[in-house]
């Protein structure tokens, strides 16, 4: 990592189908989202390790010595399957950084998880310099979006890299660089540690989607990354309607027990739906893009609202937003509303916009932001965890990176 | 019949469930709609032969020696067995009447039943004496409501009276009155022929609604009148979005054959839906009501948009629907909108109202009449084809089919 600053990138995810249906054993596709969580790695010159989260307002410190003394707790029994950390490691970590118990705001969580990372990484894999971390996201928090997997899988990718475990590809000048396949996989087994202590028992579809971008299958607890994946223009929208997933799942469970016959068959039309998704956009990305597979995602896509209508209770929101795409005209094959929710508290419906015309486009944001809705015109689709060089990222971005001064 | 004034009537239809999945092999439920079709039928003293529809400006007489010549080409092989109209005898009609040929308009298929069924019924049971009968509805036309069979119901009813083919039990005072079983059924045979002159090739599940009312399961062509259902509020709306019903079942077949996967499983949910629904309609009206239930058929009304949805192609205004009814607060398990299509060119949605409160109800009807939607406050499953005294009619109703003086 020597002596310079590097910038990692995570992306986002988006579960294009298979939402919910996939508890019950039926496939779901999740892709890679064009927003992302930046960290910014560069050495510390008074022998600190520094955590910047300008997001949420977390600035702290620490000696290294001290947060050795954290690492004699972790056990370091194969350093290719890094182990969950325990209740005791947990609460070690707790007291150390002075949360109360019972805390679970994200700040906390945040802290905990960075914490765990950094001395469990130093136990497997060696000493690391002093450092300081910035971490900024694009992503809205807790809106389903996987903002908890980027955050992992960056500071896994930074920490691997600055304690060796990993090589540190330097990139070109305006230029982005990968790992090789071992060296994701690690970062991906690390930052599904960094999600069990965030989430409990997390599906790990988050930070895969996060590590290896583009997209992929889950199906019976199985994550299968997709061989190739076109980029897709989407809408994104946040309804902040807020949302229990452990209510929203409890409910289609519910409903599964009393009207098997109405709703198995209902989830069975989603894992076809998610299936046909994968195979039209298997064949888009090899090229072979006709009318016909655009045809194709647009009825997936409406479907795949309507489905989860069937399957979860309610949908004022989901009504309200497919009726609004309507009325301005973005009702064209590649406009259609859709609808996460997965490991969320709110809807962030998905339009599909490919071809559709900017003044449209513009119509349905203008409209939406007048609900009160957040929006992003983003792609799907795109890379994983990546290395940048400073001249590579939005001169935004990268201002943003700076703004929140080197090492206190 | 003998000298007096009988007031024939017969109820309109909805499908409940099953619309469209019917054509492929699934179970619909078709059930009676308190929005009915009077016919007022008395002798005419100047040997004439009356025919007045109001609702679409016909006002025709025949003298019946004209009539009887029309006689002369109906084949009466099987009495309890009417023959369907040949279009020889279909072409004699038209020229009889002097309707160009190709006339398709509803005044010229009126008359030309009117004369088939007056016809064919003289010649297989006897000479009619003069009549003036007069045919008015509340039912809309060419909105999937059954508006033609409840014509040609009240129509083969009075027709066969009128010639002694079935009895004429007198209604009490303000009493209605029923024919009997065998009597029913040649009501609903020939009120059969009369559909099948106007629509070529009917399912007959709207003739034996408006013969039986209740609600029948119509199941690959099988036509079963169930044994007992409940009334039901419901408000009808028409939102008068012209479709064309062969554009559509052609749409959903081929959907079907490009995605069977999809929506196999859609046509199977919602065969699974019409199931559930006669099961929990038996239940109350066996009295055993209890909110699981109307919990239940609630469900299966919202199941009843979005499977249709999923497999018919466009859907901005259920989507509209349904929101509006959610903004009026009409979201409570009774007031769920679905939606009839059937053979119809109009959408027409449904809510079951059952305990929504008046001012609920008030708000919604204005809501959807500003949009210029027609809508009705009416019930589901009353009795089918009645004799009724005058004085047990509305009084409004009454006037109005007194207002079209007597035999002109």
């Not at 489905?307 to 929101?317: H, K």
């Given at each position: 990592?020597?002596?310079?600053?590097?910038?990692?990138?995570?992306?986002?995810?988006?579960?294009?189908?298979?939402?919910?249906?996939v508890?019950?054993?039926?496939?779901?596709?999740?892709?890679?989202?064009?927003?992302?969580?930046?960290?910014?790695?560069?050495?510390?010159?008074?022998?600190?390790?520094?955590?910047?989260?300008?997001?949420?307002?977390?600035?702290?410190?620490?000696?290294?010595?001290?947060?050795?003394?954290?690492?004699?707790?972790?056990?370091?029994?194969?350093?290719?399957?890094?182990?969950?950390?325990?209740?005791?490691?947990?609460?070690?970590?707790?007291r150390?950084?002075?949360?109360?118990?019972?805390?679970?705001?994200?700040?906390?969580?945040?802290?905990?998880?960075?914490?765990?990372?950094y001395s469990?990484?130093?136990?497997?894999?060696?000493?690391?310099?002093?450092?300081?971390?910035?971490?900024?996201?694009?992503?809205?928090?807790?809106?389903?979006?996987?903002?908890?997997?980027?955050?992992?899988?960056?500071?896994?990718?930074?920490?691997?890299?600055a304690?060796?475990?990993?090589?540190?590809?330097?990139?070109?000048?305006?230029?982005?660089?990968?790992?090789n396949?071992?060296?994701?996989?690690?970062?991906?087994?690390?930052?599904?540690?960094?999600?069990?202590?965030?989430?409990?028992?997390?599906?790990?579809?988050?930070?895969?989607?996060?590590?290896?971008?583009?997209?992929?299958r889950y199906?019976?607890?199985?994550?299968?990354?997709?061989?190739?994946?076109?980029?897709?223009?989407?809408l994104?929208?946040?309804?902040?309607v807020?949302?229990?997933?452990?209510?929203?799942?409890?409910?289609?469970?519910?409903?599964?027990?009393?009207?098997?016959?109405?709703?198995?068959?209902?989830?069975?039309?989603?894992?076809?739906?998610?299936?046909?998704?994968?195979?039209?956009?298997?064949?888009?990305?090899?090229?072979?893009?006709?009318?016909?597979?655009?045809?194709?995602?647009?009825?997936?896509?409406?479907?795949?609202?309507?489905?989860?209508?069937?399957?979860?209770?309610?949908?004022?929101?989901?009504?309200?937003?497919?009726?609004?795409?309507?009325?301005?005209?973005?009702?064209?094959?590649?406009?259609?509303a859709?609808?996460?929710?997965?490991?969320?508290?709110?809807?962030?419906?998905?339009n599909?916009?490919q071809?559709?015309?900017?003044?449209?486009?513009?119509?349905?944001?203008?409209?939406?932001?007048?609900l009160?809705?957040?929006?992003?015109?983003?792609?799907?689709?795109?890379?994983?965890?990546?290395?940048?060089?400073?001249?590579?990222?939005?001169?935004?971005?990268?201002?943003?990176?700076?703004?929140?001064k080197?090492?206190q």
């Amino acid at each position: 990592m020597a002596n310079k600053t590097f910038i990692i990138s995570a992306p986002g995810k988006v579960i294009l189908h298979g939402e919910h249906a996939v508890v019950h054993g039926k496939v779901a596709l999740a892709v890679s989202l064009n927003l992302k969580t930046y960290l910014r790695i560069q050495p510390c010159s008074d022998q600190k390790v520094q955590l910047n989260l300008p997001n949420i307002n977390v600035h702290l410190n620490w000696k290294p010595a001290a947060l050795q003394f954290l690492q004699s707790a972790i056990d370091v029994a194969d350093v290719l399957n890094p182990k969950t950390a325990s209740q005791i490691q947990v609460d070690q970590l707790r007291r150390f950084a002075g949360i109360p118990e019972g805390s679970t705001d994200t700040a906390s969580i945040s802290i905990l998880c960075f914490l765990y990372l950094y001395s469990a990484i130093s136990a497997s894999y060696g000493q690391m310099p002093s450092l300081d971390i910035l971490v900024w996201s694009e992503l809205p928090i807790g809106a389903g979006l996987g903002s908890s997997a980027a955050y992992c899988v960056c500071l896994a990718a930074a920490l691997l890299s600055a304690s060796g475990a990993i090589t540190c590809p330097v990139p070109q000048e305006k230029d982005t660089t990968r790992w090789n396949e071992d060296e994701l996989e690690l970062i991906n087994k690390w930052a599904f540690q960094g999600e069990k202590l965030i989430h409990g028992n997390p599906s790990g579809v988050d930070n895969a989607v996060g590590t290896w971008g583009g997209m992929l299958r889950y199906h019976a607890g199985k994550i299968v990354p997709l061989a190739s994946v076109p980029t897709l223009r989407i809408l994104l929208t946040n309804t902040k309607v807020s949302r229990s997933t452990k209510v929203l799942v409890a409910g289609v469970k519910d409903k599964l027990n009393k009207l098997p016959n109405i709703i198995k068959p209902v989830l069975d039309s989603i894992d076809a739906i998610s299936c046909e998704c994968e195979r039209v956009l298997a064949a888009i990305a090899s090229g072979i893009a006709i009318d016909e597979h655009y045809r194709i995602l647009e009825v997936t896509f409406a479907h795949r609202s309507v489905t989860l209508y069937c399957i979860c209770a309610e949908s004022g929101q989901i009504m309200q937003y497919q009726n609004l795409a309507t009325r301005c005209q973005c009702n064209a094959f590649n406009c259609k509303a859709g609808l996460t929710i997965d490991h969320s508290v709110n809807l962030a419906p998905v339009n599909l916009l490919q071809d559709t015309s900017p003044s449209v486009v513009e119509a349905l944001k203008r409209t939406l932001k007048d609900l009160g809705y957040d929006c992003w015109e983003t792609v799907i689709g795109g890379l994983g965890v990546a290395l940048h060089s400073p001249s590579s990222l939005h001169k935004d971005i990268f201002q943003l990176l700076c703004d929140v001064k080197n090492c206190q």
